[in-house]
């Protein structure tokens, strides 16, 4: 296990480790007991400590890339609490303080091919990708202005990256792997077009050629899902991709039930898996939409150990949620849902 550690000088000690155990309670598991706390995340965790002049924080992790996560999450919400009071940062211990980011790759364009009308699929290539077989589903992308090599972030003292700006800035989307292969360097990163310069994703997927070279940081997000009996599964295309490659993870003895809605039957995909499941399409603008099927899950039908898993536009993704929550009365640890876009927002 790689320990980092600093000592952050700031007023009202107390105040800020609980601005700290407020936020970080979305995101993992958090303990505060007086003047300590102690929160888990998937990357790593970390203690924090406050005392009459500030915060002692120790973070861990079990590589260099979490740690630069845990690292990182803490330098940026420091600043976001205490603005342009927030104290500069000096990591002592473990971790890298300069050059390359652990968590950076450098991928090469393999090959092009349409799954869909709607969804292309961009083979990669790239070395040292073993952690994202086994981490998080997603990945950002960072794609380089045209004409313009790529140049990727460096870190600074605070253990943060520094990303290229001016006329070298990168262009980052966020997209889950489809499917990977460490053993040859490969990955498959699947796409929706889009029309116009806004959707630089969906630009890079049409008009990539072998050769060209994109960013990759991650992996990202959760695993997938916790061992249960029977699984729920609602989404839309841009879910698809995580949808198959958890499905393709579980065993034998699972029971997946699977909605997806989409634009049409063209748009419809082949998912695989060892487990039994059933898979119900919707097309959009045909009848019930994927909220409206989601809200009609029932606590008889989910059972004392269903989980829900949901990938979806936002305001599909406010309405699962609050369903989860406020009707099935789930616990955190028996549902996982996402907005993985909203509509008319521009962005990753």
């Avoid at 803490?74 to 890298?96: K, M, Y």
């Avoid at 040859?184 to 116009?196: E, P, T, V």
Wanted: proline residues 7%; charged residues 25%; glycine residues 12%.
């Amino acid at each position: 296990m790689l320990t980092a550690t600093c000592d952050l000088p700031a007023p009202e000690p107390e105040k800020l480790l609980g601005l700290f155990c407020e936020h970080y309670v979305e995101h993992g598991a958090v303990q505060r007991r007086g003047a300590a706390g102690r929160i888990v995340i998937p990357y790593g965790r970390f203690a924090i400590l406050a005392s009459a002049t500030g915060l002692s924080v120790r973070a861990r992790a079990d590589d260099e890339t979490n740690l630069t996560y845990v690292k990182w999450g803490i330098v940026s919400h420091l600043q976001e609490f205490l603005g342009e009071a927030a104290p500069s940062v000096r990591w002592t211990g473990d971790g890298a303080s300069e050059g390359t980011p652990a968590f950076w790759r450098e991928l090469r364009v393999i090959s092009t091919s349409d799954v869909t009308p709607c969804m292309r699929r961009v083979v990669l290539a790239g070395n040292d990708l073993e952690r994202f077989d086994a981490g998080g589903l997603h990945v950002r992308l960072f794609f380089p202005p045209a004409g313009r090599p790529l140049r990727g972030p460096v870190l600074a003292e605070d253990g943060c990256p520094v990303w290229p700006q001016g006329e070298d800035m990168l262009t980052p989307r966020v997209y889950t792997i489809r499917a990977i292969d460490p053993a040859s360097g490969q990955l498959s990163i699947d796409i929706l077009r889009h029309d116009g310069d806004a959707t630089p994703g969906s630009s890079f997927a049409v008009n990539a050629a072998p050769g060209d070279v994109v960013g990759m940081a991650g992996p990202l997000g959760d695993a997938g899902v916790p061992p249960g009996q029977r699984l729920f599964f609602f989404g839309d295309e841009t879910a698809i991709p995580a949808i198959d490659r958890i499905l393709r993870r579980l065993p034998a003895s699972v029971r997946a039930h699977v909605v997806i809605e989409v634009g049409g039957p063209a748009e419809e995909q082949k998912l695989t898996s060892a487990a039994a499941f059933d898979v119900t399409w919707l097309h959009r603008g045909g009848g019930r939409r994927l909220a409206d099927v989601a809200t009609e899950l029932t606590a008889d039908t989910l059972g004392p150990d269903g989980f829900v898993w949901a990938g979806c536009e936002h305001a599909d993704f406010v309405a699962i949620r609050r369903h989860c929550r406020a009707v099935l009365g789930l616990p955190r640890e028996r549902h996982r849902v996402a907005a993985y876009w909203r509509k008319g927002v521009k962005g990753e």
